[in-house]
Nanobody, 121 residues
Framework: VQLQASGGGLVQAGGSLRLSCVAS????????VSWFRQAPGKEREFVAA?????YYADSVKGRFTISRDNGKNTVNLQMNSLKPEDTAVYYC??????????????????WGQGTLVTVSS
């Protein structure tokens, strides 16, 4: 499966963006789909994941929503109430992690190219 992430951009604090991750040469079936982000000088950190249920980092819980559009073979990340600290390159990834590793980037073995989100204050 190949992944293509899109939807990043520049937004003011308090605004919203929706990121999309489209799968090609395969589907999301049987995979856990995740979003991670990486800010300059920082490690890649978990944002959200979707399997039979959703998982969120505490920092985005209540503001971000991960969802799947089966008809379009797409997983979206709706980001509301954005903060400057949400600024990062966002990556979607797929893998088959066990629950205890779902927030570890090493548990995912296929990544999209990343899309930049910049939140201005």
């Amino acid at each position: 499966v190949q992944l293509q992430a899109s939807g990043g951009g520049l937004v003011q604090a308090g605004g919203s963006l929706r990121l999309s991750c489209v799968a090609s040469e395969g589907t999301f079936d049987s995979y856990t789909v995740s979003w991670f982000r990486q800010a300059p000088g920082k490690e890649r950190e978990f944002v959200a994941a979707l399997r039979t249920r959703t998982y969120y980092a505490d920092s985005v819980k209540g503001r971000f929503t991960i969802s799947r559009d089966n008809g379009k073979n797409t997983v979206n990340l709706q980001m509301n109430s954005l903060k400057p600290e949400d600024t990062a390159v966002y990556y979607c990834g797929v893998g088959r992690p066990i629950t205890s590793t779902i927030s570890r980037s090493s548990a995912y073995y296929r990544w999209g190219q990343g899309t930049l989100v910049t939140v201005s204050s």
